[in-house]
């Protein structure tokens, strides 16, 4: 299947300093992304529909001020996670969607904030 | 209400056991329908699609049943690499994933 890919697989970083993960397509070209984001126990929820070369559609309760997303290219989407706290710890998993329409997700990237 | 709910488990079986997980849905616009499987702090990877008319893929078997709006999954001859996290999983309208939390599988020798 199609490979996904995302840097860095896991980050630790001290409340108020910014977080910038990377989700690549690496054989495929995908105009769709998705941010997903999974706590412990729990499913996972998306957050934000990247379209490559627009805004993305963000989720209820997502911020958008606070979780930036840029989709430069059809290989490449990044979520910036602004000013973390605490709460932000979390374990982010990104898709790309294929040309069938099926969506290929990233190992994830494991965020702990102190 | 959860738009897919599990029952969250563990199943705890023996190997060669044959165990059915269940899954129902609230949206009945809902277009496609999966089973991912997620190991401890992996990413979801996709088990099988659910048809209508029911797939097997070896040893496992997926139902719809969209009048009840309801999934199930069966496991034959469990083996230990089985246990992992299954995840219900429903393509909602804007073709977006809603991931029930998931059951967890353990298969013990």
């Known amino acids: 299947g199609a490979v996904v890919s995302q840097h860095p697989s896991w980050v630790i970083c001290k409340s108020g300093t910014s977080v910038k993960i990377e989700c690549r397509s690496l054989?495929?070209?995908?105009?769709?992304m998705f941010w997903y984001r999974q706590f412990p126990k729990q499913s996972l929820m998306l957050m934000a529909t990247?379209?490559?070369?627009?805004?993305?559609?963000?989720e209820q309760g997502v911020e958008k001020d606070k979780f930036l997303i840029n989709h430069a290219s059809l290989t490449l989407s990044t979520l910036t996670v602004t000013s973390a706290h605490p709460e932000d710890s979390s374990f982010y998993i990104c898709?790309?969607?294929?040309?069938?329409?099926?969506?290929?997700f990233g190992p994830g990237t494991r965020l702990t904030v102190l | 209400r959860k738009e897919v709910e599990q029952d969250p488990g563990p199943f705890n079986v023996p190997e060669g056991a044959t165990v059915a997980f269940n899954c129902t849905y609230s949206?009945?616009?809902?277009?496609?329908f999966f089973w991912y499987r997620q190991d401890c702090r992996k990413e979801p990877k996709l088990l099988m699609s659910?048809?209508?008319s029911g797939n097997e893929d070896g040893r496992f078997t997926a139902q719809l049943n969209r009048a009840s709006q309801y999934i199930s999954l069966l496991i034959r001859d469990s083996k230990l690499s089985d246990s992992a996290t299954y995840l219900c999983?429903?393509?909602?309208?804007?073709?977006?994933?809603?991931f029930g939390a998931g059951t967890i599988l353990r298969v013990k020798s």
């Open positions: 898709s790309a969607r294929g040309y069938n329409n099926e969506q290929f």
């Open positions: 054989d495929f070209q995908a105009t769709t």
């Open positions: 990247s379209n490559e070369g627009s805004k993305a559609t963000y």
């Open positions: 949206n009945s616009a809902s277009q496609s």
């Open positions: 659910v048809y209508s």
């Open positions: 999983v429903v393509n909602d309208y804007g073709n977006k994933l809603v």
